[in-house]
């Protein structure tokens, strides 16, 4: 099978499932299918899909990021803590501060997790409630500035494409190239689907995961940055929905848990199904209670319909049952 071919396999059943719920969204609410709606999901769905991007990429290489939300959090408190606000030192210093500090942050977590040995889930579990502490000090309550001209920027069009669309198909474009492209691409597939058979084919591990974790650092700077223009201030609470909504979107959008395999293409599938489960269920007027067990549900579908493997299995199962061969 072609690279193109399995590429296929691999993101069809996603961005079918998107078509759905866009459809079914769509047919709830007649003004789902403007460009300003449309405008707006960018707008919104932007800083999920860095999230996810920063997620499917440590889970590739075979961990696992929970302190996505508190570097989101604490790089927004950042981006709206700057000097000089409303001018160019302030727009500058908002567009390099928090995705440097987000890359130090996940050069923490992959040092820990590369050169240490210790589990990633604990390691970024304890990291995340670190990051989580600074933001609270730093900003204690929501509030903040942020210059005008980033939050303009943020909420602009280049050549009457919305910013943040460029900027998620900008990122997305490039995590794809990295992945698949280069090197350290095929280390992290190869480090991620197993680990010793990557020793014996020269490829170190730790630096693999050093890389993995601060790349997806510096994208939840990104997403924090934004946060903060697109809120036109900060909230040190902010991230905390980031840390399940990215394992979802990183699953969803065909990578699997246990590492090397999968791809970052599918993430924007895989944000947009999430975003757009809760908006039909609030145009359903769903009440809150329901809601949860609704989309726990919706979202198990989209993870069995997504998956070859489950649906290979589901297919096996049927044939067996129609062939009288299980009891």
Same mark, same amino acid.
């Given at each position: 099978?072609?690279?193109?071919?399995?590429?296929?396999?691999?993101y069809?059943?996603?961005?079918l499932?998107?078509?759905?719920v866009?459809?079914?969204?769509g047919?709830?609410?007649?003004?789902?299918?403007?460009?300003?709606?449309?405008?707006?999901?960018?707008s919104?769905v932007?800083?999920?899909?860095?999230?996810?991007l920063? $997620?499917?990429i440590?889970?590739?290489?075979?961990?696992?990021?929970?302190?996505?939300?508190?570097?989101?959090?604490?790089c927004?408190?950042?981006?709206a803590?700057?000097?000089?606000?409303?001018?160019p030192?302030?727009v500058f210093?908002?567009?390099?501060?928090?995705?440097?500090?987000g890359?130090?942050?996940?050069?923490i977590?992959?040092?820990?997790?590369g050169?240490m040995k210790?589990?990633p889930?604990?390691?970024?579990?304890?990291?995340?409630a670190i990051?989580?502490?600074?933001?609270?000090?730093?900003?204690?309550e929501?509030?903040g500035?942020?210059s005008?001209?980033a939050?303009e920027f943020?909420g602009?069009?280049?050549?009457?494409?919305?910013?943040?669309l460029?900027?998620?198909l900008?990122?997305?474009?490039?995590?794809?190239?990295?992945?698949?492209r280069t090197?350290?691409? #095929?280390?992290?597939?190869?480090?991620?689907?197993?680990e010793n058979?990557?020793?014996?084919?020269?490829?170190?591990?730790? #630096?693999?995961?050093?890389?993995s974790?601060?790349?997806?650092?510096?994208?939840?700077?990104?997403?924090?940055?934004? $946060?903060s223009?697109?809120m036109?201030?900060?909230?040190?609470?902010?991230g905390e929905?980031?840390v399940?909504?990215?394992?979802a979107?990183t699953?969803?959008?065909g990578?699997?848990?246990?590492?090397? #395999?999968?791809?970052?293409?599918?993430?924007?599938?895989?944000?947009?199904?999430?975003?757009?489960?809760?908006?039909?269920?609030n145009?359903?007027?769903?009440s809150?209670?329901?809601?949860?067990i609704?989309k726990?549900?919706?979202?198990?579908v989209?993870?069995?319909?997504?998956?070859?493997?489950?649906?290979?299995?589901? #297919?096996?199962?049927?044939?067996?049952?129609?062939?009288?061969s299980?009891?």
């Amino acid at each position: 099978m072609t690279e193109n071919r399995r590429d296929l396999r691999l993101y069809l059943p996603v961005y079918l499932i998107v078509v759905l719920v866009y459809l079914v969204a769509g047919y709830l609410s007649p003004d789902f299918f403007t460009w300003r709606n449309n405008v707006n999901l960018f707008s919104r769905v932007t800083p999920l899909v860095l999230a996810g991007l920063a $997620q499917t990429i440590v889970t590739l290489s075979g961990g696992l990021d929970l302190s996505i939300g508190s570097i989101i959090s604490l790089c927004c408190v950042i981006g709206a803590s700057m000097p000089w606000v409303d001018t160019p030192a302030n727009v500058f210093l908002w567009a390099v501060c928090p995705p440097l500090a987000g890359a130090l942050m996940g050069f923490i977590n992959g040092l820990i997790v590369g050169l240490m040995k210790f589990p990633p889930f604990i390691v970024t579990l304890s990291t995340s409630a670190i990051w989580l502490g600074v933001a609270i000090f730093i900003l204690p309550e929501p509030g903040g500035e942020v210059s005008m001209a980033a939050a303009e920027f943020v909420g602009g069009n280049l050549w009457g494409v919305p910013i943040p669309l460029i900027l998620f198909l900008f990122f997305v474009l490039a995590c794809h190239l990295l992945v698949t492209r280069t090197a350290m691409g #095929r280390a992290i597939y190869a480090v991620g689907g197993d680990e010793n058979i990557a020793v014996q084919s020269g490829i170190h591990p730790a #630096r693999v995961w050093l890389f993995s974790y601060t790349l997806g650092g510096v994208l939840c700077g990104f997403a924090g940055a934004y $946060q903060s223009a697109w809120m036109f201030s900060a909230d040190p609470l902010v991230g905390e929905p980031y840390v399940m909504n990215s394992i979802a979107v990183t699953v969803i959008g065909g990578t699997a848990l246990t590492g090397g #395999r999968g791809g970052v293409a599918g993430v924007i599938g895989g944000a947009y199904i999430f975003y757009l489960i809760n908006n039909v269920l609030n145009l359903l007027a769903i009440s809150t209670f329901y809601q949860y067990i609704a989309k726990g549900l919706i979202l198990i579908v989209a993870l069995v319909i997504s998956s070859p493997e489950t649906l290979s299995r589901i #297919r096996g199962l049927g044939r067996k049952i129609a062939g009288g061969s299980v009891r």
